[in-house]
């Protein structure tokens, strides 16, 4: 009650009935020439009670009008709050496109009923990622990205419908084209992906993006808006894995592959927590010795049935989930452990994933597991590919300083086969490279292309005065080139396979009887 008497229409209510007080009073006291007012007006004598009925009367006429324009304003401002809050629910405030609330309630996409079914036109829905956006965020600051996400809802814009072109969050968007043939979905898709990865100014930097695109129709893949956007954004994924600048069309198969890939996760989850992923050692041969000189560890998922995970699969489930820092760090303390088993003056090699050489943390987890089970950080080598230094390569750098000045050795892996370039051999203290096993399998003819290639890197590593590990080498002939042409390690089935830790302790007594063997026969001869 309080309150009503402070609110505007409280305060008026006082007001009035003050005011009609004042009158009633004053009308009161002076009644006597009222009436006489009224009697030379002829007026039928009036008393006291029609005088009060008439300022009351003309007091509650005034504040239903005040009233009633107060409701009117109200109503307006409501109206307007309603207005705005609904525009703040669906829309990105950044680019001012619908967002994914708006989308789902988007009414040209709502199911149809079946007798209006034949007449509606068929929209194609086309899910939009960004590729590098991340990258060139870091570069230009948050405000720059900003700004480089609006020229692209702006371009994005020109495709389609007003309201067609929707935000769902970070570097994703929907473009929904209506009655467009089939025919014309691939071309369609590949003019966004021309028209967004069109250099864009930001400030001083000219940036550049990539574009995957995956497209889903409706109502053929869906009833509900929701629905189609899901079956684009698995074909999305499809382009996605594919490289950037690509597109996809849905298609069942690859639900079934998405299906397929949830289940493994789920088990991958499940092995990792009962670690069920082990580390195997493949022996790494000092060519001009042929002694062991280290082994590789290769990570090794048995399920309980038997049955083996191929661990490119696995680790790049683990890689996407995230899973990649626990499995690393479970693999690298087994494997430590088990490099013990060795003498010291063989070398644990260990791989990174990519990923990882965005964990500015990296190289103190790698040292709190050397220090807890009590190797020297000396024991261990590190392999990166060459795909691992492109995403940040100044982080790259500094993660790679950081580990050499702990001790920790560093392979450049797969050499030859990712985004190399000679630069990168210039700029990274690398200490190995790996020759991929390709350019072994593909070493037929001498003088060939292939073998030239070879040649190339082999030179250019001794040129460094870098040490270079072949790998892949599965018959005497490809052990004969590679000795012959002075490389210092060789890996391959020819040496031997990947094995179980618990195999390495013989493996390591039976090369060096071999070796023995050998020398006391070229001694002999
Ligand atoms: P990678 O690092 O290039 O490992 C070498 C791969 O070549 C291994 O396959 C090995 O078994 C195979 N290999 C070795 N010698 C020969 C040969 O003579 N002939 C043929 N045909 N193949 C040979 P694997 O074990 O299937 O591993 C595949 C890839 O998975 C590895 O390639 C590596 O990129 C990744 N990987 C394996 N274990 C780990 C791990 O613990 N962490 C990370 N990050 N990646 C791993
Ligand atoms: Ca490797
Ligand atoms: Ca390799």
Redesign the pocket.
């Known amino acids: 009650m309080p309150e009503f008497f402070e609110s505007r229409a409280g305060k008026q209510l006082l007001a009035l009935i003050a005011s009609a007080l004042i009158l009633w009073s004053v009308g009161y006291g002076w009644h006597i020439q009222i009436f006489n007012i009224f009697r030379s007006l002829s007026v039928p004598t009036i008393d006291i009670l029609v005088l009060s009925v008439f300022i009351v009367g003309l007091a509650s006429f005034v504040y239903s009008l005040l009233r009633i324009f107060d409701l009117r304003k109200e109503m307006q401002r409501q109206h307007e709050h309603a207005r705005r809050a609904h525009w703040i629910a669906t829309h990105d405030h950044l680019t001012r496109l619908p967002n994914r609330y708006a989308f789902e309630k988007f009414e040209i996409l709502q199911a149809p009923s079946n007798d209006e079914a034949p007449r509606l036109p068929i929209a194609t829905i086309f899910s939009i990622d960004l590729d590098g956006f991340k990258k060139v965020n870091d570069l230009v600051g948050h405000q720059g990205g900003d700004q480089l996400l609006r020229e692209v809802s702006k371009r994005l814009a020109a495709f389609a419908a007003e309201g067609c072109v929707f935000r769902f969050g970070g570097d994703e968007f929907i473009v929904v084209a209506r009655g467009l043939a089939p025919e014309k979905e691939e071309r369609f898709a590949s003019l966004i992906i021309h028209s967004v990865t069109r250099p864009i100014q930001v400030g001083m930097i000219c940036c550049q993006v990539g574009a995957s695109i995956g497209y889903a129709r409706w109502p053929e893949h869906g009833d509900l808006p929701q629905d189609v956007c899901h079956k684009s954004d698995i074909a999305l994924y499809e382009a996605k894995s594919k490289g950037a600048n690509t597109s996809f069309l849905f298609h069942e198969d690859m639900q079934l592959k998405v299906s397929a890939r949830a289940k493994l996760e789920g088990k991958l989850r499940d092995a990792i927590e009962a670690g069920r992923i082990k ?1 195997f050692y ?1 022996p790494l041969i000092d060519l001009r010795s042929g002694s062991v000189c280290g082994f ?4 090794r998922w048995t399920e309980e049935d038997g049955s083996i995970v ?3 699969l696995f ?1 790049s489930i683990a890689e996407e989930t995230g899973l ?1 820092t626990t499995l ?1 760090q479970q ?1 690298l303390k087994v494997a430590c452990e088990d490099a013990k088993l060795w003498s010291d003056d063989i070398v644990l090699s ?4 990519p990923v990882q050489m965005e964990d500015r943390l990296l190289t103190s987890r790698i040292l709190e597991i050397l220090k807890a089970v009590g190797l020297s950080p000396a024991r261990l080598e590190v ?1 990166i ?1 060459e795909n691992a230094l492109i995403e940040d390569p100044d982080l790259a750098a500094s993660i790679i300083d950081d580990l050499h000045n702990a001790g920790i050795q560093i392979a450049l ?2 050499f030859g086969t990712g985004y190399s370039s000679l630069a990168q051999l210039a700029r990274y203290k690398f200490d190995k490279i790996k020759i991929d ?1 390709s350019f072994v399998t593909s070493l037929r003819n001498k003088g060939d292309r292939h073998e030239k290639i070879v040649q190339a890197l082999l030179n250019l590593s001794r040129g460094l005065e870098i040490k270079t590990t072949v ?4 018959e005497n002939s490809q052990l004969a080139y590679f000795l012959q042409h002075g490389c210092d390690i060789g ?4 040496f031997g ?2 094995m179980p830790a618990s195999e390495t302790v013989s493996f390591l007594e039976s090369r060096d009887q071999m070796v023995h063997n050998t020398a006391a026969v070229s001694a002999h001869s």
């Open positions: 580390p493949q590789e560890a290769l990570a191929s661990p490119q680790i990649i690393f693999l260990f791989n990174l994933s392999e590919t892996d797969d096993k790998e892949g080498i599965e890996q391959g089935y020819l396979k990947a």
